[in-house]
């Protein structure tokens, strides 16, 4: 079972910041957030991941909470080519914990 | 471009029909996966190779049978196969188990 908890669907304004939220209370010390999206009809597509600190790439930010019981993934300007779901999932690095066990994740609907 | 890629896209099958599923990464990856995604259900892990060795099989019927002949290839065999088998099947690869994996696009397959 996938040990993230996320809102089946968001909306948001095309220009603007996409907040996407993740419940992950049950994490472990030894435990990344990785996020991952698909755009429909397509394969996932790996966004972003973090351990402990706030990560930020060409695709994205992410936000960790100090005690790591939750994290935002942000778009900071989304475009209708972000409309996908999103999903958040918690994973060790490395070996057969290391697999990806994916929920139902969030529907982000880019709107004009 | 994920360096990813499947073949074919699109396979219709009867029951009593043998086909393959073809995947292939140009990524230098040294672990290969296979995930199935159903209607409405999260995508499920279903085999996990590294350095060419089956290192996990999730309980899939031995009507699939997946075969990974280097790094670069990854197959999946399908055999008397039933309607509900239907589904996008998914493969990804990875430098490492448990490393961010990159997927393809996905092969769609209808089972009559």
């Known amino acids: 079972d996938a040990k993230t908890t996320q809102p089946p669907s968001m909306d948001c304004a095309e220009g603007r910041a996409a907040n996407l939220p993740c419940n992950h209370s049950?994490?472990?010390?030894?435990?990344?957030v990785y996020w991952y999206r698909q755009i429909h009809s397509q394969g996932p597509q790996y966004i972003i991941h973090g351990l402990k600190n706030n990560e930020t790439n060409e695709m994205a930010s992410l936000i960790i909470t100090e005690d790591r019981k939750s994290s935002t993934l942000i778009l900071p300007h989304a475009t209708l080519r972000d409309t996908a779901v999103y999903y958040c999932?918690?994973?060790?690095?490395?070996?057969?914990?290391?697999?990806?066990?994916f929920g139902k994740g969030t529907k982000l609907s880019v709107k004009p | 471009e994920t360096g990813v890629t499947q073949t074919p896209r699109h396979l219709v099958m009867g029951m009593t029909n043998k086909k393959s599923l073809k995947c292939e990464q140009h990524?230098?990856?040294?672990?290969m996966y296979w995930y199935k995604q159903s209607a409405k259900k999260p995508l499920e892990l279903m085999f996990v190779?590294?350095?060419?060795?089956?290192?996990e099989n999730n309980s899939v019927p031995s009507r699939f049978s997946p075969e990974c002949p280097n790094s670069s290839h990854l197959f999946l065999h399908l055999h008397t196969l039933q309607p509900e088998d239907s589904a996008l099947y998914l493969c990804a690869s990875s430098l490492m188990s448990g490393r961010e994996q990159f997927f393809g696009p996905g092969t769609r397959l209808t089972v009559l």
């Open positions: 190779y590294s350095l060419e060795e089956r290192v």
């Open positions: 049950t994490i472990s010390g030894n435990e990344y």
């Open positions: 990524l230098g990856h040294n672990a």
């Open positions: 999932i918690v994973r060790v690095a490395g070996g057969s914990q290391g697999n990806l066990i």
